[in-house]
T-cell receptor, first 114, second 115 residues
Framework: KAGVTQTPRYLIKTRGQQVTLSCSPI?????VSWYQQTPGQGLQFLFE???????NKGNFPGRFSGRQFSNSRSEMNVSTLELGDSALYLC?????????????FGPGTRLLVL | AQSVTQPDIHITVSEGASLELRCNYS??????LFWYVQSPGQGLQLLLK??????LVQGIKGFEAEFKRSQSSFNLRKPSVHWSDAAEYFC?????????????FGQGTELSVKP
């Protein structure tokens, strides 16, 4: 079974631009979570989607948004990019069974904001 | 508030020596606990997890971890470290896991292995 895939793997943007990152979960997984990883703040939860609905959201500004499609693929969007948005963005998928599921991570998208 | 603490930012061990990475968590309910490993430029790979039952859990690559509720700890161990184990290790607790689970991660412990 193929793992979680994320595209693109690397991205360079300038301040003020917007960016869209894509995540394809493991086949059959319906939950997708997004995390931001930076040297200063570590790994932080952004949001989680299940069956096209956002169920949980971390403490990030409204510039960070996401969505999930009917095939469980997910995208996250960051508008009006700031230098501090430079990070590795990780996507994880899981197969909810009412509790205790494991999140499997993709390789990440490394975003550099200049 | 929920939190995970990994007291050791960086650890160096000799190849063949034993390893213990510490993890303490703060969470009011029964925790879902995880250890992940990250090699440079890569995503996170699950080493092992604890949901319930036996408090000593076995994982991949010869790792094990023990859940101690009284100490709010979930330390990772390996009896004999290999050079390929050099990586960053993250402990995590699953929060609100039945309603759109999120993971709260520790700051990570970077492991170096001396030949």
């Amino acid at each position: 079974k193929a793992g979680v895939t994320q595209t693109p793997r690397y991205l360079i943007k300038t301040r003020g631009q917007q960016v869209t990152l894509s995540c394809s979960p493991i086949s059959g997984h319906r939950s997708v979570s997004w995390y931001q990883q930076t040297p200063g703040q570590g790994l932080q939860f952004l949001f989680e989607y299940f069956s096209e609905t956002q169920r949980n959201k971390g403490n990030f500004p409204g510039r960070f948004s996401g969505r999930q499609f009917s095939n469980s693929r997910s995208e996250m969007n960051v508008s009006t990019l700031e230098l501090g948005d430079s990070a590795l963005y990780l996507c994880a998928s899981s197969s909810p069974r009412g509790g205790g599921e494991t999140q499997y991570f993709g390789p990440g998208t490394r975003l550099l904001v200049l | 508030a929920q939190s995970v603490t990994q007291p050791d930012i960086h650890i160096t061990v000799s190849e063949g020596a034993s390893l213990e990475l510490r993890c303490n968590y703060s969470y009011g309910a029964t925790p879902y606990l995880f250890w992940y490993v990250q090699s440079p430029g890569q995503g996170l790979q699950l080493l092992l997890k604890y949901f319930s039952g036996d408090t000593l859990v076995q994982g991949i690559k010869g790792f094990e971890a023990e859940f101690k509720r009284s100490q709010s700890s979930f330390n990772l161990r390996k009896p004999s470290v290999h050079w390929s184990d050099a990586a960053e290790y993250f402990c995590a607790v699953g929060v609100e896991y039945n309603q759109g689970g999120k993971l709260i991660f520790g700051q990570g412990t970077e492991l170096s292995v001396k030949p």
